[in-house]
């Protein structure tokens, strides 16, 4: 039924005349719709299907970046609720990392153990419900060989307590090893520890290594997890979106809403605070207005927020599933409402033109190497 009336709202949009009104019930529509296999995407070339939007879950329990580094009850109260909401409303895609809410930042609880945390108390009340959870090995320069990858693995597993997960990931380029680590990875798919395997921060030619190499173990590189928005499109202009496109490697992108300061939160009299601020200082807020301004008019012109466009615009661009962080339900609800309809591919035009008048922040250095 819900999926029945999502193709009416998709065939009606076609028409300009009631564009207006039928992108309204698309967006009501789309927190029902997204829970159908239909709305989910296979990740590259691998058997797994997520849903076209995931949710990051670094400040869940992150005392070194985000939450000005305290973490308490109220915070965590918030992150169960953004976790709850998510899955209600259809999103049931969870990206964590052994190294979020590290044990060497002072109050810091382990992301990968406050998810599982969740999925636990989630499944006592909801048995049948289904998560993917994607997490991370940190290519620590300490680690030697391939074996390091799985008892890492086997390390957060026991933190998420869950048998398997549905995504291991390299987090970032080692500084050697790398070859053994993409073995590591291959020998967790061959133990049935990962249904699928990707990279992270990785360059063209990384990932096209990566990807040669474990095709010759019969392998897919099912994801690269990279920094990708509309103010910071390095990915397009470096080859790894041309790359991930032709070898049939999704993109995952990172900070997409440029961790808040696309979505008109933050003002050049508001700013963020803590590190985020070093960042998106008050002219780079000012630069951004002009954008800003824009995707604010485009969304209300379809019933929704500077958030959901921004999102909109990544998945508009195939073969890219974003990952958000949600800090609660509001957060969480709001991401969901980014999926389940789409912009024209005059405004996706539009936005990319007017968000390259806008100098690009620094990104993760690793990407480069
Ligand atoms: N592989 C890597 O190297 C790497 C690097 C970075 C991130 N990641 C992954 O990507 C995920 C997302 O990236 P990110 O957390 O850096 O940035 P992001 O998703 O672009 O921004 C998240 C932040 O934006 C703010 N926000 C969220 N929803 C909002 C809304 N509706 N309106 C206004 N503000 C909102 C929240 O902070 P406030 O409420 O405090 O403003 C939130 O913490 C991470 O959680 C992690 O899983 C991976």
Redesign the pocket.
Request: proline share 8%.
């Given at each position: 039924m819900a999926l029945q009336v999502t193709g009416a709202s998709f065939s009606l949009l076609r028409n300009s005349r009631t564009r207006r009104s039928i992108r309204a019930v698309a967006s009501e529509e789309s927190v029902t719709i997204q829970t159908g296999g239909e709305d989910k995407v296979k990740l590259g070339g691998s058997d797994l299907k997520v849903t076209k939007l995931g949710?990051?879950?670094?400040?869940w329990g992150d005392t070194s970046y985000?939450?000005n580094f305290e973490w308490d009850d109220r915070k965590l109260k918030a992150a169960k609720t953004a976790f709850d909401t998510s899955i209600d409303s259809g999103i049931t895609f969870f990206?964590?990392?052994e190294v979020?809410g590290s044990k060497f930042s002072f109050g810091a609880v382990n992301s990968e153990t406050l998810l599982g945390r969740f999925i636990k108390e989630r499944k006592q009340k909801d048995p049948g419900v289904e998560v993917a959870v994607a997490t991370?090995f940190a290519a620590l320069p300490w680690r030697l060989g391939r074996g390091s990858v799985i008892s890492a693995l086997k390390d957060s597993l026991d933190r998420l307590n869950l048998s398997s997960v549905e995504l291991y990931?390299l987090?970032?380029p080692g500084l050697w090893q790398n070859e053994d680590y993409i073995d590591g990875l291959a020998d967790a798919v061959e133990q049935g520890l990962v249904k699928a395997v990707g990279v992270?921060?990785y360059s063209e030619k990384r990932l096209r290594a990566a990807y040669k190499q474990l095709k010759s173990r019969g392998i897919p590189l099912a994801s690269n997890?990279?920094?990708y928005?509309l103010i910071y499109r390095l990915p397009e202009e470096n080859g790894v979106k041309a790359t991930c496109d032709e070898l049939g490697i999704t993109l995952i992108a990172?900070?997409?809403?440029?961790?808040?300061a696309?979505?008109?939160?933050?003002t050049p009299t508001n700013p963020?605070t803590g590190p985020?601020g070093r960042i998106y200082t008050p002219e780079f807020l000012t630069e951004l207005q002009p954008l800003v301004n824009r995707i604010k008019d485009i969304g209300q012109s379809y019933n929704k927020?500077p958030?959901q466009v921004v999102l909109n615009w990544l998945v508009s661009q195939e073969n890219v599933v974003?990952?958000?962080?949600?800090?609660?339900a509001?957060?969480a609800k709001?991401?969901a409402g980014a999926i389940g309809w789409k912009l024209t591919n005059d405004e996706i035009a539009e936005l990319r033109s007017l968000a390259s008048k806008t100098k690009p922040v620094m990104g993760?250095p690793?990407e480069k190497l």
């Open positions: 949710i990051g879950a670094w400040s985000w939450n990206d964590t990392a979020y991370k990931q987090h970032w992270s921060n997890q990279v920094n928005s990172y900070s997409p809403i440029a961790q808040g696309l979505t008109g939160k933050y963020p985020r927020t958030t974003p990952i958000p962080g949600a800090k609660n509001e957060q709001e991401f993760f690793v």
